[in-house]
């Protein structure tokens, strides 16, 4: 299958690693121009830029914190000033606090929520009003098993990402007379920074859990939403989409 993104402008927000990092890159492969946000890391999201322009694609830096309102209006300012339009919006960008809910400080919950579900909804708002203006467009939210499956001392990260399947569903249902879909990826153990503490505690007690018995890579979830957000997957909308070798039927 041949996927060709030529001309199309993508953000990718949390793109200075892990998922992000990756669907940068693939999707700039496939022929789009690419917009790496970052919060924190800004040498590694500059090291994505570079990776890519040194593969002759194209690829531009934001920083940008999508849980602050006026960090998101600047990022689309930027966006809608430079390029005019947005056809790839990719809601990657997620931190986990994870504790007991007994011990759950509200600033653990707020900043979560606030981050892995609020900058989604902030994200989307801006990109949605963009793309209504082209009646075409691709939104992907980067969700987990983690909203399926209980997750001792996730109780903030999997109500952002069950609320993130939900949101999902009715955005895809608000804009599917507008030629937008909007979809939902669950990823399951992926190898990034974020998944190392799990990993090296109990790795081989959930390698036992996964049937495909490995970890997922960020190129196997990065390569089904540069799918998604191909011509390819024009009928496909509202979806929640599991890449997890098989860990939410186990
Ligand atoms: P990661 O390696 O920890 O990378 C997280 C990315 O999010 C970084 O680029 C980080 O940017 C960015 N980020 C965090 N807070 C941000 C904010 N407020 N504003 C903008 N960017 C922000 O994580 P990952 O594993 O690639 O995770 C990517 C997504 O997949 C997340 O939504 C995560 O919940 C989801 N996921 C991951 C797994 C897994 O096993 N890894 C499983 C299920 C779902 P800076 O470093 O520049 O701040």
Redesign the pocket.
């Given at each position: 299958m041949n996927i060709d993104l030529s001309g199309k402008i993508a953000l990718v927000?949390?793109?200075?690693?892990?998922?992000?990092?990756e669907t940068a890159i693939l999707l700039a492969k496939a022929g789009a121009k690419v917009i790496i946000?970052?919060?924190?890391?800004a040498e590694?999201?500059e090291e994505v830029r570079k990776t890519i322009t040194d593969s002759s694609g194209e690829a531009e830096l934001f920083k940008?914190?999508?849980?602050q309102p006026e960090e998101v209006q600047k990022l689309f300012d930027f966006i809608k000033g430079k390029y005019g339009k947005l056809n790839i919006l990719v809601n990657?960008?997620?931190?986990i606090k994870d504790n007991l809910l007994l011990a759950m400080e509200l600033t653990e919950w707020n900043s979560v929520i606030n981050?892995?579900l609020g900058?989604a909804f902030l994200c989307t708002r801006h990109a949605a009003e963009m793309m209504i203006m082209n009646r075409s467009g691709k939104i992907i939210s980067?969700s987990?098993?983690?909203a399926i499956k209980g997750g001792r001392g996730q109780t903030n990260y999997a109500a952002a990402?069950g609320g993130l399947i939900s949101f999902t569903r009715a955005c895809a249902v608000e804009f599917s007379g507008k030629g937008i879909q909007v979809n939902a990826v669950l990823?399951?153990?992926?190898v990034?920074?974020?998944?190392s503490r799990v990993r090296k505690r109990a790795g081989d007690k959930i390698l036992e859990q996964i049937p495909m018995s490995r970890f997922g890579e960020?190129a196997d979830v990065a390569n089904l939403i540069v799918f998604l957000a191909s011509d390819n997957a024009n009928y496909i909308t509202g979806q929640a989409i599991s890449v997890d070798g098989g860990l939410s039927v186990s």
């Open positions: 927000t949390g793109a200075s690693r892990g998922i992000g990092r946000n970052f919060n924190r890391s590694k999201a940008a914190d999508v849980s990657n960008a997620g931190i981050t892995n900058g980067i987990s098993i983690g990402k990823p399951g153990m992926i990034t920074d974020m998944s960020p």
